[in-house]
């Protein structure tokens, strides 16, 4: 596989070809993505995703680092992109920047942040340091509590024309593409269209120029809720605690393991053990 790289995001732009995007957390979840999509993201989402933490806040650069080291370090083919947590990228630029750079330098070729026009500093800030900013637009999870819950945003004429404002700041800015998140989908549609750099969309219809999933959504091994927007491909909890359960009965009753799954002594050891 040829690596993704950001001209090739942009090439793909104009030839009209759709970007997959998917998250992973570990080495796992990293092979199984790489072969399949164009861009990983280490998301946030791993805070509720596999923290067990009801939102992203309490997400810190040192659980994202931990986490982006494992995804790093299978070397996939893919773009990888990096998620800037909460309060990683609001304190100064020069905090912002070093966290970004770490990220950098544990192996992503990219970072994500959340926010709009406000975000058009700390994003120039970045990318003058050559780190590639992804941006991030609508539901923006970090923004729970400002939001009253996790709702669809730009749903009226002023927060709507609000975030194509936003949208064409953050290109101006030297973001290489934007994840559009909960927003309707004729609003994704006109900032892609309106824009140069790619969009990709979660719950933002079908005409951006890619789509993300959570990779626990799309295999089924969330448990929570999940919103209209995703697709579960496979009900991959239930499918893989009968397997487990399967295994676990077979120790109770003895089936596991056989000879066959056992090792033995050479030839003779086994008497000399015996007594
Ligand atoms: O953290 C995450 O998984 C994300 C994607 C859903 C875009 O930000
Ligand atoms: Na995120």
Same mark, same amino acid.
């Given at each position: 596989?040829?690596? !993704?790289?950001?001209?090739?995001?942009?090439?793909? #732009?104009?030839?009209?070809?759709?970007?997959?995007?998917?998250?992973?957390?570990? *080495?796992?979840? *990293?092979?199984?993505?790489?072969?399949? !999509?164009?861009?990983?993201?280490?998301?946030?989402?791993?805070? @509720?995703?596999?923290?067990?933490?009801?939102?992203?806040?309490?997400?810190?650069?040192?659980?994202?680092?931990?986490?982006?080291?494992?995804?790093?370090?299978?070397?996939?083919?893919?773009?990888?992109?990096?998620?800037?947590?909460?309060?990683?990228?609001?304190?100064?630029?020069?905090?912002?920047?070093?966290?970004?750079?770490?990220?950098?330098?544990?192996?992503?070729?990219?970072? #994500?942040?959340?926010?709009?026009? #406000?975000?058009?500093?700390?994003?120039?800030?970045?990318?003058?340091?050559?780190?590639?900013?992804?941006?991030? $637009?609508?539901?923006?999870?970090?923004?729970?509590?400002?939001?009253?819950?996790?709702?669809?945003?730009?749903?009226?004429?002023?927060?709507?024309?609000?975030? $194509?404002?936003?949208?064409?700041?953050?290109?101006?800015?030297?973001?290489?593409?934007?994840?559009?998140?909960?927003?309707?989908?004729?609003?994704?549609?006109?900032?892609?269209?309106?824009?140069?750099?790619?969009?990709?969309?979660?719950?933002?219809?079908?005409?951006?120029?890619?789509? !993300?999933?959570?990779?626990?959504? !799309?295999?089924?091994?969330?448990?929570?809720?999940? +919103?209209?927007?995703?697709?579960?491909?496979?009900?991959?909890? +239930?499918?893989?605690?009968?397997?487990?359960?399967?295994?676990?009965?077979?120790?109770? @009753?003895?089936?596991?393991?056989?000879?066959?799954?056992?090792?033995?002594?050479?030839?003779?050891?086994?008497?000399?053990?015996? @007594?």
């Amino acid at each position: 596989f040829a690596r !993704v790289t950001i001209p090739v995001l942009q090439r793909w #732009k104009g030839e009209g070809r759709r970007v997959v995007m998917t998250t992973a957390y570990d *080495a796992v979840t *990293a092979r199984i993505a790489d072969p399949v !999509v164009d861009i990983i993201l280490v998301g946030d989402s791993v805070g @509720n995703v596999c923290l067990g933490f009801d939102n992203t806040l309490p997400v810190s650069m040192a659980m994202m680092n931990h986490h982006l080291e494992a995804v790093a370090r299978t070397k996939p083919h893919a773009l990888l992109v990096a998620d800037m947590p909460f309060l990683s990228f609001h304190l100064s630029p020069e905090e912002t920047i070093r966290n970004a750079g770490g990220f950098l330098q544990r192996g992503a070729d990219a970072v #994500k942040l959340e926010g709009g026009a #406000k975000r058009v500093e700390i994003v120039r800030a970045l990318v003058d340091c050559e780190i590639p900013v992804m941006g991030h $637009l609508g539901l923006t999870p970090q923004s729970v509590n400002v939001m009253g819950g996790f709702k669809v945003q730009g749903r009226n004429a002023d927060n709507a024309l609000r975030l $194509l404002d936003d949208a064409h700041c953050l290109q101006e800015a030297g973001c290489f593409a934007l994840v559009l998140e909960g927003i309707p989908a004729e609003l994704a549609a006109r900032a892609t269209k309106s824009l140069t750099i790619p969009t990709i969309g979660i719950g933002a219809g079908p005409n951006c120029s890619g789509q !993300v999933l959570v990779f626990h959504d !799309v295999l089924g091994l969330t448990e929570s809720h999940r +919103p209209k927007f995703v697709r579960t491909y496979v009900e991959g909890f +239930p499918l893989l605690q009968e397997a487990l359960s399967r295994w676990a009965a077979d120790v109770r @009753n003895g089936a596991f393991p056989t000879p066959q799954e056992s090792y033995r002594l050479p030839e003779g050891l086994s008497d000399a053990i015996a @007594n």
